[in-house]
């Protein structure tokens, strides 16, 4: 089918599929991130999920919540999946972290993984309470009622990785695995990748994803997956102890996005804080604020975009990703160095990009040599991304910036299957369908 044969859904039709995309996906304890190919519930996906829910139902939202905080570590770790016990079918599956077998930090039920995502979770609390109070007294209750325990959660979560992943203080979150930036195959960690050796007793292993996704293009390759693999294997081996994989690990970056996320839900967190009446406020806004020095610093003069770095070798990681434009989520550039990167997202090498469908997001640049347009995070254009850009852009009064993303964004979502990604050049919807990040955010940007 011709992505122009496709009908097109908008308005009260695109809310009612989209709340209809979460309710087939909730298996009454929690939301799959996809029907079939992530059967389970993901640590960013949950947050962007949470959001969706909240315009259905406040009381929900809260519930998705805590399902995920139900699968903290000790440490305060948000593990990046909560697996659903009946499951068995993904892979790697619980049984390959092994984390309640090889550390005490890692709750024995639920089952989890051993690394993180994301910390987008403060943020979307901070939208559940703001949409609540748009529902009325009965919602604000219920929400209210809540809050105080998902706000320590929240705050162990964000000491966690201002502890483990930042010690030295520098404003930038460091990861362990390239899945912990939720962009697995993003150009951006191919330099690091590709001194990685596959471990030659790497145990056999069976993927999902190309079994679901029938296009093998559209996925990483199998050296890729080895890679990832050994890497879990190793960190599995080091018995998940940060300070150990700091030391050994053989994946160690920056990640500039992620960095950006935790400096925006810092401010986010600080805010709830002060609404609780907590005492970490000046806590939380000393974080938001290095944070968010850390990622004004990583901008690359050249390339105009923050760039993540190699903290093995030292190196930045020179691709133009979306991830470049992090400054742009949590604020830290001077008002010219703004403009220049607001002016650069708009130019032909992003969002005026003369080939695109539709002026959203590319995962990378189409004007780039690392530029695949089906290949996963190598190109397609990701919903939650550009949502989460629209979203971030107007919590920083910046709808000027927003409101271009935000129309394309619709017109990219009414052909209505709530694609994972898309094809930028064409709009053809890939990956999973009836993704449930892709159907909150329209919910998001429609009610
Ligand atoms: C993708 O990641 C998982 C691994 O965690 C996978 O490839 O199986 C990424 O897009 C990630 O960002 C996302 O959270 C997850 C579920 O949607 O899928």
Known sequence: TAVSDLPVHRGADLVARAAAVLRANDTGVMVRAA???????????????????????????????????????RTGM?????????????????????????????????????ICQPPVHALAVERIVALAERRGPAAVARVRAWLPGAYRRLLAWHRYLVRERDPLRT???????????????????????????????LPPYRRRDT????????????????????????????GYDDARTRA?????????????????????????????????????????????????GSEDAELGLALDTDLRTGAPLRVETVAGFAPLLCGGLRTAAERDMVALL?????TG??????????????????????????????PVVTWFFVWMLERRGR??????????????????????????????????????????AALDLLL
């Not at 539709?358 to 190109?379: C, D, I, K, M, Q």
């Not at 709808?399 to 064409?426: I, K, M, N, Q």
């Open 346 to 350: 708009r130019s032909e090498r992003w």
């Open 211 to 238: 079994r679901v996704v029938r296009d093998a293009a559209q996925r990483p390759t199998q050296l890729e997956y080895d890679r990832y693999l050994s890497v879990v294997e190793e960190l599995r081996r080091a």
């Open 353 to 382: 990009h003369p080939g695109l469908r539709h002026a959203v997001l590319p995962s990378t640049s189409p004007a780039a040599r690392e530029f695949r347009p089906r290949a996963y995070w190598r190109g397609p254009s990701w």
């Open 171 to 201: 404003g930038l979150v460091a990861i362990h695995h390239g899945w912990e930036s939720g962009m697995d195959n993003s150009p951006r960690w191919d330099g690091p990748y590709s001194r990685i050796a596959v471990l030659p007793d």
């Open 35 to 73: 029907p079939t190919l992530y059967p389970h519930q993901w640590s960013w996906d949950a947050a962007f999920v949470s959001v969706g829910l909240a315009h259905l139902d406040p009381g929900r939202a809260c519930a998705e919540l805590d399902h995920l905080f139900r699968g903290q570590w």
């Open 78 to 114: 948000l593990p990046h999946i909560v697996f659903d016990p009946g499951e068995t079918t993904y892979s790697p599956g619980p049984d390959r972290w092994g984390c309640a077998e090889v550390t005490d930090d890692a709750p024995a039920a639920p089952r989890t993984s051993g």
């Open 248 to 296: 050994t690990g053989g994946f160690l970056v920056t990640d500039v996005f992620a960095s950006a996320v935790l400096a925006a839900a810092s401010e986010a967190l600080a805010g709830i804080a002060r609404s609780l009446g907590a005492g970490e406020v000046a806590e939380l806004e000393e974080h938001a604020e290095r944070f968010r020095a850390g990622v004004a």
């Open 399 to 440: 709808p000027d910036v927003a409101a271009p993303l935000r129309r394309a964004l619709l017109d990219e979502l009414a052909e209505g299957s709530f694609a994972e990604y898309h094809e930028p050049l064409t709009g053809e919807p890939l990956g999973s369908a009836a993704q449930s990040w892709t159907a909150a």
